[in-house]
């Protein structure tokens, strides 16, 4: 019985394996940027950033000279404020101001004296750095099955705005701490945290890893997509989407241009200039021009477990960078 219970499971997964598709182009050519090395590995990755296994960070202006404390992760840099939080509740800003909390701080972003505070129990937060209290604090549903790229806490003039575990979006007044507003993007998706919250032009942007809200002169635009990965610039939202298409969408998710790679799991999007720049996970870089009808591929050195993250025109995985 053991013999055979073992010859069936090797034919399921022979055929499991036998099954699976891979992206394979037709032309491609050799990768004629330099990869840089990087002297350390990354370690964790966030929305805004990413901490490397030497406690360095990278943000939006590059790899840092400073290093964390040891077991502190990158958390924002937030008009020149590095805020790092730990796993069991301590929080620094600039290695010099800290905070103890009850639970872990996942993302957070500072306005002049108050913390805007996102927890791992999916509670958010605003806290007096001066007075040291809170301001406003509030619970919401408990959420255990998150996307990693977790959104950060916006300032908006006299509000901010706090992207939940749990599909929504809540509006606070920074001026009575009380909540002016909650949307709700996506409420019946297994993992829907917000990981993408910020504006472009008068739009504001809102996506979870299946829907993407954008809102403007008092109108609603939505679609939903199963969201790979996707950056953006001052005027476009890039997206590669689980099927293997890379989409680019104005400010309003009006459709300019898109195009179908079959069997492509897109890992990393940058920009640059007019360019879209897409790793994909079989070890090539796709470059499509703004009408996406002028394609390039490259092929590099590539696993598609190591980890990323994208600013702007720089690509950063594992212990190496591509600037385009």
Do not use: W
Not at 1 to 25: G, R
Not at 256 to 269: E, G, W
Request: proline share 2%; charged share 25%.
């Amino acid at each position: 019985m053991k013999s055979i219970l073992i010859s069936i499971i090797a034919i399921v997964l022979f055929s499991a394996c036998s099954s699976k598709q891979f992206f394979e182009p037709n032309d491609t050519t050799s990768f004629n940027k330099k990869i840089i090395d990087i002297p350390a590995y990354i370690k964790n990755i966030n929305t805004q950033g990413a901490t490397l296994d030497d406690n360095r960070f990278i943000d939006k202006n590059g790899i840092s000279s400073k290093k964390l404390k040891d077991g502190f992760f990158f958390i924002n840099n937030n008009n020149s404020d590095i805020i790092s939080a730990n796993k069991i509740g301590n929080l620094s800003i600039n290695d010099n101001i800290h905070f103890k909390f009850k639970s872990a701080v996942i993302a957070a972003s500072i306005k002049g004296d108050l913390l805007a505070i996102n927890f791992a129990d999916n509670s958010i937060a605003l806290y007096d750095i001066k007075e040291k209290q809170f301001k406003f604090k509030q619970y919401q549903k408990v959420s255990y099955l998150n996307d990693t790229r977790i959104s950060t806490p916006l300032f908006l003039n006299s509000l901010v705005l706090f992207p939940t575990l749990d599909g929504k979006v809540v509006v606070v007044n920074t001026s009575t701490f009380i909540v002016a507003k909650t949307l709700t993007i996506d409420p019946d998706s297994q993992v829907n945290n917000i990981i993408l919250l910020r504006n472009i032009g008068d739009s504001l942007i809102i996506a979870s890893s299946n829907v993407i809200l954008s809102l403007s002169d008092g109108k609603a635009f939505k679609k939903n997509f199963f969201i790979q990965s996707y950056t953006s610039d001052e005027k476009y939202i890039y997206i590669a989407t689980l099927d293997g298409r890379l989409l680019k969408l104005s400010a309003s998710l009006d459709l300019i241009a898109s195009k179908k790679f079959r069997f492509a799991k897109f890992q990393a999007l940058a920009v640059k200039g007019d360019h879209l720049y897409a790793i994909e996970s079989q070890g090539f870089i796709i470059r499509l021009d703004k009408f996406f009808t002028d394609i390039k591929i490259d092929s590099i050195a590539f696993e598609d477990d190591e980890k990323t993250f994208t600013s702007g025109n720089k690509i950063y995985f594992e212990n190496k960078l591509i600037q385009f």
